[in-house]
């Protein structure tokens, strides 16, 4: 087993990663890592297969139990706490006879998902979940990936991606080429291609600068939360404009991959959608996702379950609990609230589970 420690950091993370030429990229196998932070940090482990778990993924079911496969970025992988504390994990406890093979993956978007399914998702389960952050859109239209170094500049990975050509979804940049680029070496002609995660904060969506919001003197940050909360109550005030119209190209194809995926399984779906950050500070909903959403919903007869549903009936303090400022990804209280308002929803999907599992 590998082991090694990190202070915790948004592109620091790529130290837990490898090159996956079908996907782009795994965890690095039967890993054990103390990732440092404000709380003490949390623990990682992984599987032999490259995906957070403490169990290893078998082909069969295991018997007497029901068993569902769970696809999404590093909000489902669980940055910020340890794989017991992930809502995926909790879902075991709070269903009886269940478990879940949770496939989140950092730094990934719904077409690597969708790839992870196709290509190294081959077990028995019972029930395919696909949990979908609704910034992740932008990535599905991106080739390149921007990371960071080991010494804190920037770096860049390839990553496979789809076209829709003549109405048909077309793969990309398979086998995904294991090069890493720094600004100088990166080809000026995948320049327009990078996704990077400063790219839908609050700060950049307003001033079309990248980064974040420049640090004030104590005294003066009653400010910044004061206009915050006016550019969010502004009606017009929308993010990922992605969301705004059902013709949208990156819709259109993230449309057209869920809907294939949809079609592609042969056990029920639920499809499981996270709000933008932001949420968890205003309460409001600053993308037009949800109507996008409910429109595939309508057209595939799928489930769904939208935490927004579930966060705006909080009272601020509790919302904002729910965020972890210092990961950038849900809180541990979040992963307990989407765990219990999850399992009713996958238990109505489930073959009672009062029986044993059929092959």
């Known amino acids: 087993m590998n082991f090694a420690s ?4 948004p592109f620091v ?12 990229t795994l965890y690095i196998p039967s890993l054990k890592l103390r990732v440092s932070g404000k709380t003490g940090g949390y623990l990682i482990r992984t599987n032999a297969a490259g995906f957070r778990s403490e169990r290893e993924f078998t082909p069969k079911r295991t018997p007497g139990k029901l068993r569902a496969v769970m696809f999404g970025d590093s909000q489902t992988a669980g940055d910020g706490v ?3 504390k992930r809502f995926s994990d909790l879902l075991e406890k709070k269903i009886p006879n269940f478990e879940v093979y949770n496939y989140g993956i950092h730094g990934t978007g719904p077409d690597q998902h969708y ?6 998702c081959n077990v028995q389960h019972d029930l395919l979940i696909i949990v979908t952050y609704v910034e992740t859109i932008r990535r599905i239209s991106r080739r390149v990936f921007e990371s960071r170094g080991s010494d804190g500049s920037p770096v860049f990975y390839a990553k496979p991606y789809y076209e829709i050509v003549d109405d048909r979804l077309e793969l990309r940049n398979v086998p995904v080429p294991k090069h890493i680029w720094s600004e100088q070496t990166l080809p000026e002609e995948l320049k327009s291609h990078i996704y990077s995660a400063h790219e839908t904060n609050l700060f950049t969506q307003v001033t079309g600068r990248k980064g974040s ?29 992605e969301y705004n119209n059902a ?13 294939q995926w949809i079609a592609a399984s042969p056990t029920p779906v639920l499809l499981v959608t996270i709000p933008h950050y932001i949420t968890f500070e205003s309460g409001q909903d600053p993308t037009c996702y949800r ?11 799928i489930r769904h379950y939208d935490f927004f549903a579930d966060v705006k009936k909080l009272s601020t303090n509790d919302r904002r609990s729910l965020w972890s400022e210092w990961s950038g990804h849900l809180s541990a209280e979040a992963h307990e609230l989407m765990a219990a308002n999850l399992a009713p929803v996958i238990q109505s999907l489930l073959p009672d589970t009062r029986n044993e599992a059929t092959a």
Do not use: C
Not at 6 to 9: I, L, V
Not at 115 to 120: A, G, M, S
Not at 220 to 239: A, D, N, T, Y
Not at 291 to 296: K, Q, S
């Open 213 to 241: 919001a420049p640090k004030l003197p104590r005294a003066l940050e009653p400010l910044r939360e004061i206009v915050k909360s006016g550019i969010l109550r502004l009606p017009k005030f929308k993010m990922l404009h």
């Open 82 to 84: 340890s794989n017991a």
């Open 6 to 9: 990190s202070r915790y950091d």
């Open 291 to 301: 109507t996008r959403f409910r429109e595939l919903v309508n057209a595939t007869s």
């Open 247 to 259: 013709d949208h190209p990156s819709w259109v194809l993230l449309r057209s991959i869920m809907e």
């Open 13 to 24: 993370t790529r130290t837990m990663m490898q090159h996956d030429a079908a996907v782009g």
């Open 115 to 120: 790839l992870l399914y196709d290509r190294l």
